[in-house]
Protein backbone atom coordinates (compact mmCIF):
# COMPACT_ATOMS: atom_id res chain seq x y z
CA UNK A 1 0.00 0.00 0.00
CA UNK A 2 0.92 3.55 -1.08
CA UNK A 3 -0.21 6.37 0.75
CA UNK A 4 -0.13 9.51 -0.93
CA UNK A 5 0.05 12.88 1.22
CA UNK A 6 -0.93 15.84 0.11
CA UNK A 7 0.45 19.25 1.25
CA UNK A 8 -0.47 22.30 2.84
CA UNK A 9 1.01 25.18 3.97
CA UNK A 10 4.30 25.42 6.77
CA UNK A 11 4.46 28.30 9.11
CA UNK A 12 7.19 30.71 9.21
CA UNK A 13 8.75 29.13 11.98
CA UNK A 14 9.24 25.84 9.48
CA UNK A 15 6.29 24.45 11.39
CA UNK A 16 3.12 22.42 9.92
CA UNK A 17 -0.10 24.04 9.99
CA UNK A 18 -2.57 22.32 11.22
CA UNK A 19 -4.23 21.26 7.95
CA UNK A 20 -0.78 19.34 7.31
CA UNK A 21 -0.23 17.83 10.43
CA UNK A 22 -4.19 16.61 10.21
CA UNK A 23 -3.33 15.30 6.69
CA UNK A 24 -0.45 13.22 8.15
CA UNK A 25 -2.10 12.23 11.14
CA UNK A 26 -4.67 10.93 8.31
CA UNK A 27 -2.32 8.97 6.92
CA UNK A 28 -0.60 7.14 9.83
CA UNK A 29 -3.93 6.51 10.99
CA UNK A 30 -4.99 4.73 7.84
CA UNK A 31 -1.63 2.74 8.13
CA UNK A 32 -2.35 1.34 11.42
CA UNK A 33 -1.67 -2.41 11.25
CA UNK A 34 -0.15 -2.40 7.88
CA UNK A 35 3.60 -2.63 8.42
CA UNK A 36 4.37 -2.63 4.64
CA UNK A 37 2.60 0.72 4.34
CA UNK A 38 4.90 3.46 2.06
CA UNK A 39 3.96 7.22 2.05
CA UNK A 40 4.69 9.53 -0.43
CA UNK A 41 4.37 13.30 1.07
CA UNK A 42 3.77 15.71 -1.69
CA UNK A 43 4.83 19.37 -2.05
CA UNK A 44 7.83 21.66 -2.31
CA UNK A 45 8.89 24.98 -0.42
CA UNK A 46 6.27 27.39 -0.45
CA UNK A 47 6.09 30.86 1.44
CA UNK A 48 8.09 29.47 4.16
CA UNK A 49 10.45 26.60 4.24
CA UNK A 50 11.65 23.60 4.20
CA UNK A 51 9.68 21.72 1.72
CA UNK A 52 6.07 20.72 3.03
CA UNK A 53 6.89 17.30 2.28
CA UNK A 54 10.09 17.20 4.58
CA UNK A 55 7.89 18.29 6.94
CA UNK A 56 5.48 15.79 7.07
CA UNK A 57 8.21 13.27 6.78
CA UNK A 58 9.54 14.51 9.98
CA UNK A 59 6.30 14.03 11.49
CA UNK A 60 5.72 10.70 10.09
CA UNK A 61 9.13 9.78 11.56
CA UNK A 62 8.38 11.52 14.58
CA UNK A 63 5.59 8.87 14.67
CA UNK A 64 7.69 6.03 14.28
CA UNK A 65 7.72 5.69 10.33
CA UNK A 66 10.86 4.17 8.90
CA UNK A 67 12.46 6.36 6.79
CA UNK A 68 12.75 3.59 4.42
CA UNK A 69 8.90 4.25 4.01
CA UNK A 70 9.13 7.25 2.88
CA UNK A 71 9.60 9.05 -0.70
CA UNK A 72 9.72 12.66 -0.76
CA UNK A 73 8.12 14.32 -3.56
CA UNK A 74 9.31 18.30 -3.73
CA UNK A 75 8.36 19.18 -6.76
CA UNK A 76 5.00 19.91 -6.53
CA UNK A 77 3.77 23.64 -5.76
CA UNK A 78 -0.06 23.06 -6.30
CA UNK A 79 -2.44 19.66 -6.46
CA UNK A 80 -2.03 19.49 -10.39
CA UNK A 81 1.80 19.82 -10.21
CA UNK A 82 2.24 17.18 -7.25
CA UNK A 83 -0.32 14.73 -9.21
CA UNK A 84 2.12 14.63 -12.35
CA UNK A 85 5.07 14.28 -10.41
CA UNK A 86 3.47 11.53 -8.16
CA UNK A 87 2.14 9.67 -11.58
CA UNK A 88 5.94 9.57 -12.73
CA UNK A 89 7.00 8.45 -8.70
CA UNK A 90 4.49 5.40 -9.48
CA UNK A 91 5.26 4.52 -12.76
CA UNK A 92 9.02 4.22 -11.53
CA UNK A 93 8.07 1.71 -8.46
CA UNK A 94 8.42 -1.76 -8.34
CA UNK A 95 4.57 -2.41 -7.76
CA UNK A 96 2.98 0.29 -5.45
CA UNK A 97 0.09 -1.58 -4.29
CA UNK A 98 -3.16 0.22 -3.33
CA UNK A 99 -3.55 3.86 -3.46
CA UNK A 100 -4.56 6.23 -0.72
CA UNK A 101 -5.39 9.54 -0.81
CA UNK A 102 -4.68 11.58 2.34
CA UNK A 103 -5.70 15.17 2.30
CA UNK A 104 -8.42 17.29 3.53
CA UNK A 105 -12.08 16.18 3.09
CA UNK A 106 -12.87 19.54 0.94
CA UNK A 107 -9.91 18.15 -1.40
CA UNK A 108 -10.09 14.13 -1.97
CA UNK A 109 -12.40 14.66 -4.69
CA UNK A 110 -10.11 16.84 -6.83
CA UNK A 111 -7.12 14.69 -6.01
CA UNK A 112 -8.86 11.46 -6.48
CA UNK A 113 -10.17 12.60 -9.80
CA UNK A 114 -7.11 13.97 -11.00
CA UNK A 115 -4.75 10.85 -10.22
CA UNK A 116 -7.98 8.82 -11.97
CA UNK A 117 -7.49 10.82 -15.09
CA UNK A 118 -3.23 9.60 -14.89
CA UNK A 119 -4.32 5.82 -14.69
CA UNK A 120 -4.21 5.75 -10.58
CA UNK A 121 -7.08 4.10 -8.96
CA UNK A 122 -6.80 5.64 -5.12
CA UNK A 123 -9.15 5.10 -2.25
CA UNK A 124 -9.33 7.66 0.06
CA UNK A 125 -8.28 7.87 3.94
CA UNK A 126 -10.41 8.90 6.44
CA UNK A 127 -10.87 12.69 6.21
CA UNK A 128 -8.93 14.24 9.82
CA UNK A 129 -11.43 14.29 12.22
CA UNK A 130 -10.46 18.07 13.34
CA UNK A 131 -11.60 19.30 9.69
CA UNK A 132 -14.91 19.62 11.25
CA UNK A 133 -13.73 22.09 14.13
CA UNK A 134 -12.54 24.41 11.63
CA UNK A 135 -15.21 27.24 11.47
CA UNK A 136 -18.11 26.61 8.68
CA UNK A 137 -17.45 29.49 7.25
CA UNK A 138 -13.30 29.08 6.17
CA UNK A 139 -14.76 25.26 5.49
CA UNK A 140 -17.43 27.02 2.69
CA UNK A 141 -14.98 29.04 1.51
CA UNK A 142 -12.40 26.18 0.52
CA UNK A 143 -15.15 24.02 -0.61
CA UNK A 144 -16.05 26.90 -2.76
CA UNK A 145 -12.85 27.11 -4.00
CA UNK A 146 -12.33 23.49 -5.44
CA UNK A 147 -15.71 24.06 -7.77
CA UNK A 148 -13.59 26.18 -10.63
CA UNK A 149 -10.08 23.96 -9.64
CA UNK A 150 -11.57 20.68 -10.33
CA UNK A 151 -12.96 20.96 -14.39
CA UNK A 152 -10.06 23.26 -14.92
CA UNK A 153 -7.37 20.65 -13.58
CA UNK A 154 -9.23 18.01 -14.83
CA UNK A 155 -8.81 19.73 -18.71
CA UNK A 156 -5.29 20.00 -18.38
CA UNK A 157 -4.71 16.80 -17.99
CA UNK A 158 -7.04 15.81 -20.70
CA UNK A 159 -5.04 18.37 -22.76
CA UNK A 160 -1.86 16.58 -21.97
CA UNK A 161 -3.13 13.09 -22.71
CA UNK A 162 -4.49 14.41 -25.76
CA UNK A 163 -1.25 15.65 -27.03
CA UNK A 164 0.60 12.87 -26.06
CA UNK A 165 2.15 14.52 -22.67
CA UNK A 166 0.90 12.04 -20.34
Known amino acids: MT ?3 FGA ?8 SGTLRRRVEAAIDAARGMESANFIP ?10 EASVMARLLMESGVSPDRIRLEETGTD ?4 VLAIRRMLRESPEPGPVMVATSSWHVLRCRLLLCLCGIAAHPCPAPA ?3 TIPWLKRLYW ?24
Request: hydrophobic content about 40%; overall charge positive.
Open 79 to 82: TLSS
Open 143 to 166: RLREVPAIPYDAALILWRRMIGHL
Open 3 to 5: ILI
Open 42 to 51: TGAVGRHGPS
Open 9 to 16: AVTPNGEP
Open 130 to 132: ADH
